[in-house]
């Protein structure tokens, strides 16, 4: 009972249609993960709905490299949409198949890249809330919490994770599993217990992603 009542406290100080914004960008994220499960094409239209809301929801709660990492996933997912589209007999379901050499290294490139942007983005976020006025503003990374690291990792982690998918490689999943479990008690620390429950579901259903697609590579 104490747990629920401190998930709904964070609530009471928050707009209403931030708690409706965040409930729906909730439901079409569940919506892409199960659609990503069952290797349908759903997974991008109910994606692009969930992302756009959490470029929103996350910009608003100052997670900047969350924010950025739904921006990559919108287009990410318009990308993704269209290799599945031309990989599917049917338009609606697609063949997976491991990640290759060359997806490892795009991979590892786009992981490295993105620490970097990230963090930059972090170091100048003074800057930003300032209005992008350098009047009595101090640049650096000193005032970041565990949580703002933990961001910049775990948006890193995803974009590898968005782009295997894209390509159909199973190997997207363990990227989504250590990201999710990761951002559980961020969200948390953040006061998105809705978004921090998703991440919960998400871990359980990416778990069960990857033995799916994997029973598919066996059966090929």
């Not at 949409?81 to 290294?105: E, G, R």
């Not at 199973?170 to 990201?179: D, L, P, R, S």
Request: hydrophobic letters at 50%; a negative charge; one cysteine or more.
């Amino acid at each position: 009972m104490d747990f629920l009542q401190e998930l709904t406290a964070q609530y009471n100080s928050y707009e209403t249609y931030l708690i409706y914004l965040e409930a729906f960008a909730v439901l079409f994220g569940l919506l892409s993960v199960f659609f990503s499960i069952k290797k349908n094409i759903w997974v991008y239209p109910t994606g692009i709905i969930s992302t756009i809301l959490f470029i929103y929801i996350m910009f608003v709660f100052g997670l900047l490299g969350d924010m950025l990492i739904n921006v990559y996933y919108t287009v990410m997912s318009l990308y993704g949409w269209i290799l599945w589209s031309k990989s599917s007999d049917d338009h609606i379901h697609v063949d997976v198949k491991k990640a290759s050499a060359k997806d490892w290294k795009v991979g590892s490139i786009l992981f490295v890249a993105s620490l970097f942007f990230v963090g930059t983005v972090y170091y100048y976020k003074p800057f930003i809330d300032n209005q992008f006025s350098m009047e009595n503003v101090k640049l650096g990374l000193y005032h970041l919490d565990w949580a703002n690291y933990t961001d910049i990792v775990t948006t890193s982690l995803f974009l590898v994770g968005m782009y295997f998918m894209a390509k159909r490689n199973i190997e997207n999943w363990i990227f989504w599993i250590v990201a999710d479990f990761i951002c559980i008690p961020m969200m948390f620390e953040k006061g998105l217990a809705l978004t921090g429950l998703q991440y919960f579901v998400f871990t359980a259903m990416a778990i069960i992603g990857y033995i799916e697609w994997k029973k598919s590579l066996v059966k090929d």
